[in-house]
């Protein structure tokens, strides 16, 4: 398995620190909103990853943080006149709610900030004991110049970065140099705080995933990712702090997905140009937006267009037909055992799952994985016939669906089953009618069908419907 890694700008083969075992650590939200469509690419992309190494035989824990102490969510709590918390429990639920819409497996842990404190304030004393960190009027800076490797995961230059930060108007005086940034501050009048040696106050975005990376994975993991703006100053500064505190390597493998943009300009919070996933699901089901995803390789961009989205809404729906075609073969066929040529067909058709696999194991590329998924539903439709055995029926079926599984694709959602109900319920009605000779009538609930975006079909099997 290839995959890769920003820190070397190569494809590597992926062999892990423990044999069989993947220590995963992706940035989540900061939460004082809903997430936007953006920041569904590395929930879906990151989970993806991870179903698949799973997949490989690979026990993976991963760690997801919610970044629960920040400048925006006091902002939001101050215009609500709520506590921090009321802002944060109730994002960070809804967070995972638009994780579970998207099918992604709930992560090993899901570390808080404002939980880890004590750990915290242990690492900065360590940085500041080893020579890294400095104090200065209750803040505590990191010293860039101290760590030599500084730059080496975004490809920076320390002399350049300060001398890009000294022309800024803004530049903090108390800092030795303006490259360095905080790991500790001091409250203002309102703000939450916490007790330190420093100064009653709270610790910069940076040190969190630091400590929580330690605390649930290790000094050295497998793997860290993010979307690719954290590559800096956040990623960046985390490679300084831990191996600074640690004297290790911190991660050996950085991931890092492409923007969603809209108009090709990133799409963020602070520009305005997003759509939160709320807003989206409210037109496309969620199952949608994750396919929408994978339809791309995780390092390119892709633009948000909602024609992309009705275009993965169809190649979805052809992947789901299929697989709702096979289950009515199945229910309606017979022939436990596989004729000659049946299995001479299941014997070809492993050629999907090696296309797919080759395409995985080539830095997860799911749009050519999904390529290999729509040649095995051309291959089914193809040849499963009405006088085809049940198992080879069955045969298809497990084929499709394992590979869809592996990329949290469901192949029967929950809102199409609801929907089954309604329909099945009004093809009896209308066998029903033709059967009292009520051909009118039998029209009629077929236009119904229609307007509801149902085709029927009438087969010596019975009547077969599918999704147009
Ligand atoms: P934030 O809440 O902004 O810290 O973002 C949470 C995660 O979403 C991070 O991994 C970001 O890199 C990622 N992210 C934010 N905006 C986008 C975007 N437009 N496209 C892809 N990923 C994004
Ligand atoms: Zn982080």
């Not at 075992?21 to 940035?27: E, L, S």
């Not at 892709?302 to 299929?322: P, Q, T, V, W, Y």
């Not at 198992?391 to 394992?402: Q, R, S, V």
């Amino acid at each position: 398995m290839k995959v890769y890694n920003t820190l070397t700008k190569k494809k590597e083969e992926f062999v892990p620190i423990e044999e069989n075992k993947v220590k995963m650590y992706v940035c989540g939200p900061t939460v004082y909103g809903l997430i936007h469509i953006g920041n569904a690419r590395p929930y879906v992309i990151f989970d993806t990853i991870r179903r698949y190494m799973e997949y490989k035989g690979y026990e993976v824990t991963y760690v997801q943080n919610f970044t629960d102490v920040d400048d925006k969510i006091i902002k939001r709590a101050n215009e609500e006149g709520v506590s921090t918390d009321v802002i944060t429990e109730r994002y960070i639920k809804e967070a995972i709610k638009d994780a579970e819409g998207l099918n992604v497996e709930p992560a090993t842990y899901n570390p808080r900030a404002t939980k880890e404190m004590p750990h915290i304030i242990e690492m900065i004393k360590t940085l500041v004991d080893r020579g890294y960190a400095y104090e200065k009027n209750g803040s505590v800076y990191y010293d860039t110049k101290a760590f030599p490797g500084y730059g080496k995961l975004s490809g920076k230059n320390l002399d350049d970065l300060i001398a890009g930060a000294s022309n800024r108007v803004d530049v903090d005086t108390d800092k030795k140099s303006p490259a360095d940034f905080v790991l500790w501050k001091p409250k203002k009048e309102g703000e939450p705080y916490w007790e330190s040696p420093w100064s009653e106050g709270r610790p910069g975005w940076h040190i969190e995933c630091s400590v929580m990376a330690k605390e649930y994975l290790g000094d050295t993991i497998d793997i860290h990712a993010g979307g690719e703006d954290l590559i800096f100053p956040h990623h960046e500064n985390e490679i300084a702090q831990s191996e600074a505190a640690n004297g290790k390597p911190f991660a050996n493998y950085w991931l890092h997905n492409g923007f969603i943009n809209v108009d090709n300009e990133k799409m963020s919070k602070s520009k305005g140009n997003f759509f939160t996933l709320r807003d989206i699901v409210a037109e496309v089901p969620y199952d949608v937006v994750r396919f929408f995803i994978l339809n791309g390789h995780y390092r390119s961009p892709i633009n948000f267009s909602r024609e992309l989205m009705d275009a993965a809404g169809n190649g979805l729906m052809r992947i789901k037909n299929c697989v709702k075609g096979l289950n009515f073969h199945i229910e309606n066929s017979e022939g436990e055992a596989l004729t000659a040529a049946e299995e001479a067909l299941v014997r070809d058709s492993a050629k999907f799952k090696a296309d797919f696999e080759k395409a995985m194991d080539d830095d997860f590329n799911t749009a050519d994985a999904i390529a290999s998924i729509f040649e095995f539903v051309k291959f089914a439709n193809t040849n499963v016939k009405e006088t085809s055995t049940k198992a080879f029926g069955e045969a298809m079926l497990k084929g499709i669906c394992e590979l869809c599984d592996i990329l949290g694709i469901k192949t029967a959602d929950e809102a199409a089953e609801a929907d089954t109900a309604e329909i099945e319920a009004l093809i009896a009605e209308r066998t029903a009618a033709k059967k009292a000779r009520d051909f009118a009538k039998a029209d009629e609930i077929r236009n119904r069908l229609s307007d509801m975006g149902v085709v029927i079909e009438d087969t010596r099997q019975g009547v077969r419907w599918s999704f147009k």
